[in-house]
């Protein structure tokens, strides 16, 4: 008796489609993945409104670029070193490495939210960048408010803070200048975390591209 064996395809649209509602897998087809969508986003630290921090530097598109902000602590120095830092809102890690250089640890989740005015779905990607630790990995979904690492400074480079930035390009991964430094490409964060502050709950997924960034002195995200 021979077996046939299923062709992959046909095996993961079979596999997707088995999947219950709300359910999230990491297999669905090459370059793709099945994420929920967000129901909204909150801040990255001092969850959820960023209680006990303030923006210590804001995002400017303009030399001298900022393509993020920087968030601090209120009681000043290095004491919020290893404080807790949040996913801004439920979607999948697509970046989580020590590249050393500027940036020291870095993770990056990649979000889908529908916008309200035009009702389409978007994507967006969070850049949380200097960290201490990495409490997560590449491929892993997350949830609004899971924490993904902890405030650092680089191994003492800069004053602990968490620069944070938040991406309309989902190509940019740690390549800031392979796009233009405007707001097609580059989102500013505390507008964007107002903006989408309460989205409504959907609880189909969607499928969200991966294997969109260029590899950074040998790290390759999702």
Same mark, same amino acid.
């Given at each position: ?5 299923? &062709? ?12 219950? &509602? ?15 969508? %967000? ?24 030399? $001298? ?16 070193? *290893?404080? &807790? ?5 439920? *979607? ?19 979000? %889908? ?35 993904? @690492?902890?405030? @650092? ?5 800069? &004053? ?6 938040? /991406? ?11 796009? $233009? %430094? ?6 500013? $964060? ?10 409504? /709950? ?21």
């Amino acid at each position: 008796m021979t077996v046939k064996r299923m &062709p992959k395809p046909r095996l993961l649209a079979l596999l997707g489609a088995l999947l219950l &509602p709300g359910m999230v897998t990491c297999a669905v087809a090459e370059g793709v993945v099945k994420v929920n969508l %967000a129901d909204g986003f909150d801040f990255p630290v001092g969850k959820p409104d960023a209680t006990g921090y303030y923006k210590a530097r804001g995002m400017r598109l303009r030399s $001298p670029q900022h393509f993020g902000e920087d968030w601090n602590g209120r009681a000043g120095g290095d004491s919020d070193l *290893g404080d &807790p830092i949040y996913s801004m809102g439920d *979607g999948i890690v697509t970046f989580a490495y020590d590249v050393r250089n500027g940036w020291g640890n870095v993770v990056i989740v990649r979000h %889908a939210y529908r916008d309200p005015a035009s009702r389409e779905v978007k994507f967006c990607d969070a850049l949380y960048g200097h960290l201490l630790s990495i409490t997560t990995t590449v491929g892993r979904p997350v949830k609004r408010g899971q924490q993904v @690492g902890t405030l @650092g400074s680089n191994r003492g480079m800069y &004053p602990a803070h968490l620069h944070f930035e938040v /991406r309309y390009d989902i190509h940019i991964g740690m390549q800031r200048t392979s796009v $233009p %430094a405007d707001t097609t490409h580059w989102a500013d $964060p505390t507008q964007f975390i107002t903006k989408y502050r309460r989205l409504n /709950r959907e609880w189909q997924p969607v499928a969200v591209p991966t294997g969109t960034y260029q590899e950074y002195n040998g790290f390759k995200g999702l």
